[in-house]
T-cell receptor
Framework: DGGITQSPKYLFRKEGQNVTLSCEQN?????MYWYRQDPGQGLRLIYY???????QKGDIAEGYSVSREKKESFPLTVTSAQKNPTAFYLC???????????FGQGTRLTVV | EDQVTQSPEALRLQEGESSSLNCSYT??????LFWYRQDPGKGPEFLFT???AGEEKEKERLKATLTKKESFLHITAPKPEDSATYLC??????????FGQGTRLTINP
């Protein structure tokens, strides 16, 4: 089945530690996105990539980093510089940048 | 600046009571207007894409329409299982997706 897989579903991190969230897609999509969602809020764009080896900052990129070494993969690292990392993180992909996107099931990150 | 605003923030209806959700947008070079449904704790599920003013799409009790400045999601005779958060988004010249805050819809039996 084609789709987007995010792992893990739940993640706990101690303050001061970096953590990497995985996102893999087998839809052969060029564009991939990372969003953050806080309780009762909409989706805020962290980073997006329109092609392999290229990515752009979204609205809230501070404290996050990404890589796009393969078309299928777009991992997100939440660094210790992110002041309030507890949130629901969503990865998406689309055929091209700005076209209809499909989402994974999300990773819920909790800092303890 | 590209932006999108959804209203109302929350809507509570009785089963069978039809209504509409609004999505107002400002964007240069619209590549598409998208509607999603999101259930608690899950990723958004794609519903519709609209490309040009006057276009309409339907799926079961949902119908999405588009004008040059707004999109509406009409819900006809809703059922409790239609309860969810409905998100709209657009793709613009920057080739990224911009989302609204969502409308939290509750259908009471």
């Amino acid at each position: 089945d084609g789709g987007i897989t995010q792992s893990p579903k739940y993640l706990f991190r101690k303050e001061g530690q970096n953590v990497t969230l995985s996102c893999e897609q087998n839809l052969n999509h060029d564009a991939m996105y990372w969003y953050r969602q806080d309780p009762g809020q909409g989706l805020r764009l962290i980073y997006y990539s329109q092609i392999v080896n290229d990515f752009q900052k979204g609205d809230i990129a501070e404290g996050y980093s990404v890589s796009r070494e393969k078309k299928e993969s777009f991992p997100l690292t939440v660094t210790s510089a992110q002041k309030n990392p507890t949130a629901f993180y969503l990865c998406a992909s689309s055929q091209q940048g700005g076209t209809e996107a499909f989402f994974g099931q999300g990773t819920r990150l909790t800092v303890v | 600046e590209d932006q999108v605003t959804q209203s109302p923030e929350a809507l509570r209806l009785q089963e069978g009571e039809s209504s509409s959700l609004n999505c107002s947008y400002t964007v240069s070079g619209l590549r598409g207007l998208f509607w999603y449904r999101q259930d608690p704790g899950k990723g958004p599920e794609f519903l519709f894409t609209l490309y040009s003013a006057g276009e309409e799409k339907e799926k079961e009790r949902l119908k999405a329409t588009l004008t040059k400045k707004e999109s509406f999601l009409h819900i006809t005779a809703p059922k409790p299982e239609d309860s969810a958060t409905y998100l709209c988004a657009f793709g613009g010249g920057a080739q990224k997706l911009v989302f609204g805050q969502g409308t939290r819809l509750t259908i009471n039996p």
